[in-house]
């Protein structure tokens, strides 16, 4: 069944469209940095928010418009009424990459055996539909913290079962991986830490989690299908304090576990600013440890301190992010995924359609404004000239070929250290130029 047979697919018609179903900026074929756009822009739909989100908050009930829930049936006859609509809006977008947890997708039903049974059933409807349409699965997860097992986390529960049944449920995650061809795995510990530190033993909830990395790894290698497992670190929200709290504290826990080899970073602009940091710093951040995998692109609200998963449309801060990912040479096996919600207001089903138009049009301008950075050098000239004295001064090339130490350096101040002069950084000035690189 057709959910969307009055809109055509969409197309790109430039700027200077009245068609609210076109592309003003996303040009899939126009060719930028020697790639296609479609080349750099792995796009891929949420399931979760593009379907089953129903536009219910704290303060009030459901407003979306969603047919394919509307016409009854059982659990899984919706579901699959779900992922015909799905792939529809997919195919639509021209989205070629999708990503679900596996709750989103089929009814977890009475029992864990059960579910199973419609995990199963549902991914040979995807798979059918993954060979009709040539859409591929970025990433699928599973949904540990939705359910009230998982209120004390997964594998930083303090009940070893609780510990044991989310590795069935990851072991069944892994299977529909390979089942489906995914060639990500993401870990959200969305319950991984702390409410308080009065009743928790730190140290051995992460020892436990890294324990469950590695059974991850080992269970992937046994079945011939490793995905690039993915971390996507956010600081709170439901916990106090979450233990992949930013990239740096991520990068932290992988390095002391020895999981560097097999994880990198799923990194959220939402989570970035609940960090306290922007979008630009945690992708650098993941980029100097070589661990920058994926991104989920939404953005927050500066007016709001929670995590509203709103689409992006800050010019601005998504070039900088695209600066940053065309500096990592892309994002390999990772993509884009939209993890972004509709507001409650916009509640018709086509809005889904409009809101990965915006989207997709912010990421196509982040990405010719940053290629044009690139291209002209501006940014990474300005960073040259910065630290120019290590290598235009004797005692700056001692420092970086590593002759240097702290006697000669200390001779060397003794000498000079009256007459340095500093240099002013401009960045007021380098603001306003960056500006005209916005599209």
């Known amino acids: 069944m057709a959910y969307f047979n009055?809109?055509?697919?969409?197309?790109?018609?430039?700027?200077?469209t009245k068609n609210m179903f076109a592309f003003r900026h996303y040009n899939p074929e126009e060719v930028v940095l020697g790639?296609?756009?479609?080349?750099?822009?792995h796009f891929a739909l949420a399931f979760w928010h593009t379907i089953t989100m129903d536009g219910a908050d704290p303060f009030g009930s459901a407003t979306m418009e969603r047919p394919w829930d509307l016409e009854g049936g059982t659990e899984l006859e919706i579901a699959h009424r779900r992922?015909?609509?799905?792939?529809?809006?997919a195919e639509k977008l021209g989205v070629k990459y999708y990503c679900f947890h596996d709750v989103d997708i089929a009814p977890q039903g009475k029992s864990l055996k059960e579910f199973y049974a419609n995990l199963d059933e549902i991914?040979?409807?995807?798979?059918?539909?993954?060979?009709e349409t040539g859409i591929k699965l970025l990433w699928n997860t599973a949904n540990m913290f939705s359910n009230p097992r998982y209120m004390n986390g997964v594998s930083t529960s303090n009940r070893a079962e609780v510990f044991a049944y989310g590795a069935a449920q990851v072991k069944k995650g892994l299977?529909?991986?390979?089942?489906?061809?995914?060639?990500?795995?993401?870990?959200?510990?969305?319950?991984?830490?702390?409410?308080?530190l009065l009743n928790t033993d730190m140290a051995l909830e992460m020892d436990h989690m890294a324990k469950f990395f590695h059974m991850a790894v080992d269970y992937a290698k046994s079945m011939d299908h490793l995905p690039v497992f993915l971390i996507e670190p956010k600081p709170k929200e439901p916990m106090t304090h979450q233990y992949d709290y930013d990239a740096a504290t991520a990068m932290a826990f992988l390095?002391?576990?020895?999981?560097?080899?097999?994880?990198?970073?799923?990194l959220e602009t939402n989570h970035a600013w609940l960090a306290?940091?922007?979008f630009e710093h945690e992708l650098n951040t993941a980029r100097s440890f070589n661990a920058l995998g994926s991104i989920d692109a939404n953005q927050g609200n500066y007016l709001l301190g929670w995590d509203t998963d709103e689409f992006p449309t800050l010019v601005i801060d998504i070039t900088l992010a695209m600066h940053q990912i065309l500096l990592n040479g892309g994002l390999g096996k990772g993509g884009i995924n939209f993890d972004a919600k509709v507001r409650r207001t916009s509640f018709k089903a086509e809005d889904l359609l409009l809101a990965h138009i915006a989207g997709m049009d912010t990421y196509a301008r982040a990405l010719k404004g940053a290629a044009a950075i690139v291209e002209d050098k501006f940014l990474s000239d300005i960073v040259a000239e910065r630290y120019a004295s290590y290598k235009n001064t004797e005692v700056g090339q001692s420092i970086e070929n590593g002759t240097a130490t702290f006697e000669t350096l200390a001779a060397f101040a003794l000498e000079h250290g009256d007459d340095i002069e500093l240099d002013s950084n401009h960045l007021e000035h380098v603001k306003s130029v960056l500006n005209d690189y916005l599209v």
């Open 35 to 41: 790639k296609t756009m479609e080349e750099h822009l």
């Open 83 to 89: 992922v015909d609509a799905f792939f529809e809006i």
């Open 123 to 131: 991914t040979d409807h995807l798979l059918e539909k993954q060979k």
């Open 6 to 16: 009055n809109i055509a697919p969409i197309q790109y018609e430039g700027t200077k």
């Open 255 to 266: 390095q002391k576990y020895d999981l560097t080899d097999y994880f990198k970073l799923n």
């Open 276 to 278: 306290g940091h922007t």
């Open 175 to 196: 299977e529909l991986s390979k089942k489906l061809g995914g060639e990500n795995y993401v870990f959200w510990g969305g319950r991984e830490g702390y409410e308080s």
